[in-house]
């Protein structure tokens, strides 16, 4: 209790509008805008988003890479600082409801992946004196500009008619983009060339649900063919009547289980049961090759379980690892900007150093492995030179 009474006692700071949102303004199909060439639109964006939502495998591997990117802390050289800066890391306010910049990293990273961009903004406190929270901007608010040079790409806020207008405090808004094109400022999603590949994945498990819904639910066809005594024909229809009125009844569901007697000439066979489904297989297990092989994770990882040797899963960690230090790189940036903006409005010098947690504890086994060898060799390289000595 006495923690929520603290925190009563102590009122939120207030914060500064955001500069980069436009809770008014939603694009919807068409899609209208202003969409300058070269850079991804509402419609590519809302494509990835459906990509995401229709293939389940590809939302899978997302958030694994959410959750391998693993954590971080700050060090600085003045202990008070470090502190200070810490406990602002853990506790400060992201987007509506969340707290601590790892939520906020999280998204970053998430809008990174989808789109090949990621912006944020810092949001200030009402006096313009601290850091009050951070803000993941949703990429239909706003669109990117080039001024006067390739280099300085500018932000824009989109209004309610949907015309851009350059942000009012562009330090403030962090962008990353991931492998953009020569020239180009935006970044490539790493769900770009997957939509081919998924369509087609698609029409197989469409066409198995078609296939399963025709003949999983199993029709019978009942001939009556009646012989050639004149009786037998003259109440052909009325015995074909019966023969229908009884096969109903015998297969309705139920707990009792009834036979159906015919008299005469009557062949039942099962409709569909002399067509071979194709196999599905091979074709799924090539896409989804290729959908993995885009993504970067290893099979297992996914719930794939495909045939691999225990050095093959191995390398694959190693290369899955070596993947999450490049996504790393791309997050420190925008880490820094936050750290050292909020060191500066204190009034701390902006030193620090980003220290990234080890992916696994694999990792760790291996780099202690590599340290006891090389000590080892250095101590055999010593003893070999003090023999060598006169």
Known sequence: MKLFQKQRGKPEPELAPVQTANPRHRLEPPFHGWLPSGFMGAAERQLYRSLRFTVPIIDAAIHKLLRLIGEFQVHCPNPQAEQELNDFLQTVKVNGCQYGIQNFISGYFDQLLTYGTAV??????????????????????????????????????????????????????????????????????????????????????????????????????????????????????????????????????????????????????????????LDSEVPVRQMLEQIVAKLGIPPFLLGLSWSSTERMSSQQADILTSELESYRRLLNPAIGRICRFWLALQGWEPQFTICWDNITLQDEVDLADARLKNAQAAQIEQTLKQEEEP
């Open 120 to 277: 944020g903004e810092i949001v200030l406190t009402g006096d313009g004196r601290s850091v009050g929270a951070l803000y993941n901007v949703d990429l239909d608010e706003v669109e990117f500009q080039r001024i006067d040079s390739p280099l300085n790409l500018t932000v824009c806020r989109k209004t309610s008619d949907g015309d851009p207008v350059p942000v009012p405090y562009p330090e403030l808004v962090l962008t990353a983009a991931m492998n953009p094109p020569h020239g180009s400022g935006p970044g490539v999603s790493v769900l770009s060339g997957l939509p081919f590949v998924s369509g087609i994945l698609m029409k197989i498990y469409h066409s198995i649900g078609v296939n399963w819904e025709r003949l999983g639910n199993l029709r019978f066809a009942v001939t009556y063919k009646p012989s050639s005594d004149s009786a037998d024909r003259a109440y052909a229809k009325e015995r074909a009547q019966q023969i229908a009125e009884e096969w109903s009844r015998a297969m309705q569901p139920g707990e009792s289980v009834s036979d159906f007697v015919a008299v005469g000439d009557v062949n039942i066979r099962v409709i569909g049961s002399d067509n071979q489904i």
